[in-house]
């Protein structure tokens, strides 16, 4: 068989004694494979670089031969020899597709709440998940740690990095209230359970008064209500109702824990950063467990501002460790996140607050025992129209 990268040619032996051409050939240690016969026609093939002597024992044999088809990458890269622009600016787009594809060009922030876009668009900014780094830049385990720690309001923070996409996977608990339209009828019902305070409304009646206790699901101001021309009319009810709740919050934190600390090796890298890309002066990307602080400069030449930023980068390498903590540490470290959850709870005012405070085997247990003043209401839609009685004539 022809092979892939030798060159080779198929040729017909015609005329004359095939076998008396083939015979020669073999003698003079010319190299003619693959002979075969069909319908009464001879082919073989050949090297290209002795089929010039092929032709000189087919002509003393008196055979001819005709090429048929050639064969090897040579024959095809030959003819685009004498064009060197095409092949040029091939190898120039090749080399460009790959240098692009070493960046980040998409970042997908999925379940991201509108009130946090801002805010967790510039944390992501910051600790370099943007469009135009490199895709080596982002190390999806070490940038998780860090955004729990800047992001306490999720739950969960997952990223990952594929191709030249960066995601970014945000989890917050509790279910999306779908929102009631104005000219939609509606009840104002308590969400959760409580001492009324006081109880206000601009539309719709009201149905709870001070001091009275409520669970949810209990109407506080009601849509529905008789007009005077005595017939039932429904409305979107709107009003505040604020009501003392209690909560209890309870932190575990264990003596034994694995922590990030600084090693204390520091790697400066410095970087021009141009329409969305980053270019590297002096140093690479570490490999490991880092945490990134920088500077920026714009680019000022004669007065004039050019949209380039200089970028001072300090790198901090991070080891995980096991520490032991003490139970008065532990407290400390639960009472702050316990602080950070009372502070993300919905209220007015914190009216009163108690703790308490259990070593365990393993760690120590804080609970905080909390009174809130808060607004309780929640808006539920009213879906069956009520029928007004018929009178019945006399």
């Known amino acids: 068989m022809p092979g892939l990268f030798k060159k080779t040619v198929c040729f017909e032996i015609t005329g004359g004694s095939a076998e008396r051409f083939l015979n020669v050939a073999s003698r003079r240690w010319l190299n003619v494979f693959n002979v075969n016969q069909k319908e009464g026609r001879i082919f073989a093939f050949g090297s290209a670089s002795e089929f010039s002597a ?141 001492q009324i305070v006081s109880a206000t409304a601009s539309q719709g009646t009201i149905f709870v008064k001070d001091g009275e206790i409520v669970v949810p699901g209990d109407v506080l101001v009601s849509g529905v209500f008789d007009s005077l021309e005595e017939s039932i009319v429904m409305v979107h009810a709107k009003g505040s109702v604020t009501a003392l709740v209690d909560k209890t919050f309870s932190e575990t934190v264990n003596y034994e824990q694995i922590i990030t600390e600084p090693t204390g090796h520091i790697i400066n890298i410095n970087r021009i950063m141009a329409f969305g890309l980053e270019i590297p002066l002096f140093g690479s990307l570490p490999k490991g467990n880092y945490r990134r602080t920088f500077e920026e400069y714009p680019l000022r030449l004669f007065g004039f501002d050019f949209p380039i930023t200089v970028r001072r980068e300090q790198w901090h390498e991070l080891c995980y460790t096991e520490k032991q903590f003490t139970p008065e540490e532990c407290t400390a470290q639960a009472e702050k996140k316990l602080q950070r959850r009372i502070e993300k709870a919905d209220h007015i005012e914190i009216v009163s607050s108690e703790r308490t405070v259990n070593e365990t085997a393993n760690g120590v247990r804080v609970t905080r025992y909390v009174t809130f003043l808060k607004e309780i209401t929640e808006e539920k839609p009213l879906l069956v129209e009520p029928k007004p009685e018929s009178i019945s004539s006399e």
């Open 54 to 194: 092929l032709c000189a024992v087919a002509e003393k044999t008196g055979c001819q031969l005709d090429v048929i088809s050639h064969y090897g990458i040579g024959y095809y890269t030959g003819k685009y020899r004498d064009r060197w622009g095409f092949a040029t600016g091939f190898v120039l787009f090749a080399v460009t597709m790959w240098f692009l594809s070493l960046f980040v060009w998409s970042v997908d922030v999925e379940n991201l709440p509108q009130e946090y876009a801002v805010s967790v668009s510039d944390i992501l900014y910051d600790e370099g998940i943007r469009v135009g780094v490199l895709s080596s830049s982002i190390d999806g385990k070490v940038l998780g740690i860090v955004l729990e720690e800047r992001l306490p309001q999720f739950d969960m923070i997952l990223v990952s990095q594929m191709g030249c996409k960066a995601r970014v996977q945000l989890s917050v608990s509790g279910p999306t209230k779908k929102r009631i339209e104005e000219h939609e009828p509606c009840d104002l019902i308590a969400k959760e359970s409580g």
